[in-house]
């Protein structure tokens, strides 16, 4: 079973800081990516990193995927209200069928920005 | 469809009685999926179709549960008997055959509450 731990599960800070969060595994991953889900809505795909040290930008976000292709961040630059909700990271195995195989979700960092 | 339509988007239902969930995919994705969403937490996957054939049912929670699609469109997933800890947001997803590795498109997701 392939597990993703995301980190922190929950962060609250002031409009116009930075902040980082973190999505780490023991296992290779071929792909991953992140998803931000707003409440009453289902989740929304931001980005998809698939080479080992790729780094995207997405206006003021910012995905990186580790070299070993375990783990990935995202940072966020001047973190806005907008920029609040559930973002999650998911993985899609090296080896993936589909099905429960296909794409491991974490559990999701709870951001909160405050005006 | 543009998108991933869920119906309904709310659900109340009492303790014991059946409930059927909707997912219209986005035309011509072949591989579908559901997902449980508890409240605060991360997704649970339910189940994956390829077409109308559904080659994982590995988390489905119980026998109660069931879903079945119809040809590569419509999918139903029906709870009988509902219990309390049936609450959650059940959401669904659809994309390419074998594109599980570029991501996922969630529709919004249907808000089941068992009283």
Not at chain 1, 10 to 27: A, R
């Amino acid at each position: 079973t392939q597990l993703l731990e995301q980190s922190p599960q929950f962060l609250s800070i002031q409009e116009g800081e930075n902040l980082t969060v973190y999505c780490n595994s023991s296992s290779v991953f071929s792909s991953l990516q992140w998803y931000r889900q707003e409440p009453g809505e289902g989740p929304v795909l931001l980005v998809t990193v698939v080479t080992g040290g790729e780094v995207k930008k997405l206006k003021r976000l910012t995905f990186q995927f580790g070299d070993a292709r375990k783990d990935s961040s995202l940072h966020i630059t001047a973190a806005q209200p907008g920029d609040t909700g559930l973002y999650l990271c998911a993985g899609v195995g090296l080896f993936s069928g589909g099905g429960a195989d296909g794409l491991t979700f974490g559990k999701g960092t709870h951001l909160i920005i405050q005006p | 469809g543009a998108g991933v339509s869920q119906s309904p988007s709310n659900k109340v239902t009492e303790k014991g009685k059946d409930v059927e969930l909707r997912c219209d995919p986005i035309s011509g994705h072949t591989a579908l999926y559901w997902y449980r969403q508890r409240l605060g937490q991360g997704l649970e996957f339910l189940i994956y179709f390829q077409g109308n054939s559904a080659p994982d049912k590995s988390g489905l929670p119980s026998d109660r549960f069931s879903a079945e699609r119809t040809g590569e469109s419509v999918s139903t997933l029906t709870i009988q008997r509902t219990q309390q800890e049936d609450s959650a947001v059940y959401l669904c997803a659809s994309s390419p055959f074998g594109q599980e590795f570029y991501g996922y498109t969630f529709g919004s997701g249907t808000r089941l509450t068992v009283v």
